[in-house]
Structures are given as C-alpha cells and as structure tokens.
C-alpha cells in the first residue's frame, strides 16, 4: 500500500507533496483508496461532502467504531501526515482479520477530504462541513490563489457543490471515531516510545495582517519619504517570536503576499497570515494581543495603516475522556505493543486533526506514531517502519478492543 501510493502527487523536483483538494492528484489518491476498499470487500461509499468511507459491516446499525485519516497535504508536504493513518487503518483490518476475531460493531475506514486546507484557506473542509462547522454558504465562498472557488473545484472533479451540508444522520452512526497519525513533534522521541495517546489538541488560530503603505520608486525616494509596510511587518514577526517564547507558545507567520512586489519598488501593501497556538486558551489569547499591540505599534512609527481580521478560530479539544481512558486500559494489557516494552504515554499536540473537529459531536480520540525529527508539513517528515509497524498493532489492538470480541 505504502509503495502504491507514495508516488501519487510527488513533486519531482521538491521532492514533497502537492495533494491539493479536488486537483488530478487528489482524484489519483481518491482512487487508491476505493480500490483498497473494494480489494477488502468493504461497501464502499461517498458522503456528500466528498469524504470516503469504507464499510464492514452494516452502516444503519449504528454505534460503528470509525478510524481513518485524510490523503491531502500542504503545499510540499511530507508523505506521512495524514496518508499514514489511512493506509495504518486498512492495514489494522488486514491485521483483525488475520487474528479471525469476529465483529460486534460496524466498522468504518474514512478518507477526509481536503483536511490541510492548502488550496482554500480553511482546514479540515470536509469534516467541518459533515459536523455543521462550515455552512454551504460560507464554503461556496472559498476562493484558492487563482481566484476557483470551492464549487467551481468540485465541479470540475465531478463532485456536485449543491449536495455539500452537515450530516448528523451520519454522524449519529458513529459510536467512536479514532483517528492514528504520525506525531508533528519530538515527544515520543524524547521519551523513547513508539505510540503514544492524545490527550487534547490546543487552541489554534490564523490571523490575517494588512500593513498599506505607499509604492513608490525604490531607487529615488528619500528612506525619511517612505511609508513601507514592509518594515513594520518584520518587526512584527520577531514580535510573534518574542511573545511565543515568553508564552511557552508557537507563533509563526509563514505565509507572505506582497503588492506591487516588485524589486525595484517600495511596497504598498504587505499582508501576512499568523498562525498562533498554546496550550491553553489564556497564553493563547495572551500571546496573541501582544503580536496585534505590537504591530499597531510598529504600523503608527512607520505611517503604515493595518487591519487585522482573524480568518479561523479553533478552541482548545479535550478528547473524550472515556474514550481516552478506554485505549489506554487496552494498550495496558499484554499486547505486542506490551511485548516490545513500550509505555503508551498521554500526550497534548498542537496540530488540528479531523478527530478535533468531530470531537464536538461523537466520541473521539486519537494515537500518535513516533517522529523522530519532529519534522512535518516538510518532506523530510519521516517515522521508521518498525514504528509504523508498532501502530497498526496498536490501533488493531484498540479496534479489536473496541468492535470485537
């Protein structure tokens, strides 16, 4: 499964991946993950947002156990983030199915769609929309860089834009929801484990920062002339910096759009995208108000003006506890995951998940894969294969736990 779908969306020369939503890329790996399905005999199906469910047993049943993940990626992303835990699922069945366990609960394999948010802005599209979180008003308004919007994407893919909507009658469906991913951090490295459990995912948000200035000639005009939005947006940055550290933090602006962006002229507009997170809503909101003062602050030195509009807000997700609790009583047991000595520690993150998103209205929880970089969203993103390995041991084991006997 790994070797098939590696190649899908591979950028020759970056090296990384460019699994955009609704692009020839994400219809390649849309198929992969039908034919897995229809290769296992599952009921294969297509929600009316676009995500991709894989059915053992009956879907009307209810009280279905659901894992899965989603295929997208960032602009040159790595080949772990989300593939991960979709090939890890269907390989945790191959691995129930080995053992000849017998199933109580349906049971699901999902591919979310367009999860990263890299074409439009707005992550995880397709669960927000199946929870209710995104209205079909406010997705038909997504615009990508080229100015395609939301609808004018799925068309084009051969998806109707007019069926998009929340989806309680699947959801209702479900019992639990949980979710395997490589770690986007060093903890489990650090701490020498394989796999570790989520505890809760932190507050996170983006926040968009116009600095306007004047475009004038970069060549005549006196530095005393100048109003250059460009100064205060970097005095900015070192303040996002600044106030993550003093915060426990992360604040980053990694994303720049520049007007005329010219080399030999002065900008009139810089504008930056702020992506801040914490683990608690107060050191968020604390770090955040510090970066706007500042750059209100630095924007009146220069003669800039700046608006500040937050684009998207998610608060801090304390995964089901009773869920939680649940997988670590049977990873505690005498599993393979016990025979090669490894603990199943608890663990914050501060990335968004799918699981994040539904955790609103079903039970979900999730199990983390050693990264040991820490690297993501890069491809260098890497985890070994005996670690992989230790994963899908660990979710067939949780599987087992919770839809078989």
Not at 156 to 169: K, L, N, T, V
Not at 176 to 195: K, P
Not at 268 to 289: H, K, M, N, P
Not at 294 to 318: C, M, N, W, Y
């Amino acid at each position: 499964m790994w070797r098939e779908l590696l190649p899908l969306g591979r950028h020759p020369d970056s090296g990384g991946y460019r699994r955009y939503a609704w692009t020839a890329a994400d219809t390649e790996c849309r198929a992969w993950f039908k034919q897995q399905a229809e290769a296992r005999g599952l009921a294969y199906e297509l929600d009316r947002n676009g995500n991709q469910w894989a059915w053992l047993g009956d879907p009307a049943a209810g009280d279905a156990v659901v894992t899965g993940s989603h295929l997208d990626s960032v602009p040159d992303g790595g080949a772990f983030d989300g593939p991960l835990g979709v090939v890890s699922s269907f390989a945790a069945l191959d691995e129930l199915r080995a053992r000849g366990v017998t199933f109580t609960r349906p049971l699901a394999i999902v591919n979310f769609g367009d999860e990263e948010g890299a074409r439009f802005g707005l992550a995880c599209v397709g669960s927000r929309l199946t929870a209710g979180q995104l209205t079909v008003e406010q997705a038909h308004l997504l615009t990508d860089g080229d100015g395609v919007t939301l609808p004018r994407a799925m068309e084009a893919a051969g998806y109707d834009p007019d069926a998009i909507g929340a989806d309680p009658e699947r959801l209702a469906r479900i019992g639990a929801f949980v979710e395997l991913h490589v770690e986007q951090g060093r903890a489990l490295d650090l701490s020498g484990d394989r796999v570790g459990i989520a505890s809760a995912i932190w507050p996170h948000g983006r926040w968009r920062f116009d600095f306007r200035g004047a475009a004038n000639h970069a060549g005549t005009t006196r530095l005393a002339d100048r109003r250059d939005p460009m100064l205060p947006y970097a005095e900015t940055v070192l303040a996002a910096r600044r106030e993550a550290r003093l915060a426990g933090a992360v604040a980053t602006f990694g994303k720049i759009a520049v007007e005329p962006n010219g080399v030999n002229a002065i900008p009139s507009l810089v504008r930056g995208w702020l992506d801040s997170r914490a683990a608690d809503q107060e050191s968020l909101d604390t770090v955040v108000a510090g970066i706007e003062e500042a750059a209100r602050a630095h924007a009146r030195e220069h003669g800039v003006d700046l608006d500040i509009v937050r684009e998207s807000f998610t608060p801090v997700v304390e995964f089901d506890h009773a869920l939680r609790d649940e997988l670590a009583r049977i990873l505690g047991k005498d599993t393979d995951l016990e025979a090669t000595h490894l603990k199943v520690p608890v663990l914050g993150t501060g990335a968004g998940h799918d699981a994040g998103i539904l955790s609103g209205r079903i039970p979900t929880a999730m199990l983390f894969v050693r990264n040991p970089t820490g690297v993501s969203h890069s491809p260098a993103e890497f985890a070994a294969e005996d670690d992989c390995v230790a994963g899908v041991l660990a979710l067939a084991d949780v599987l087992e736990g919770l839809a078989c006997r």
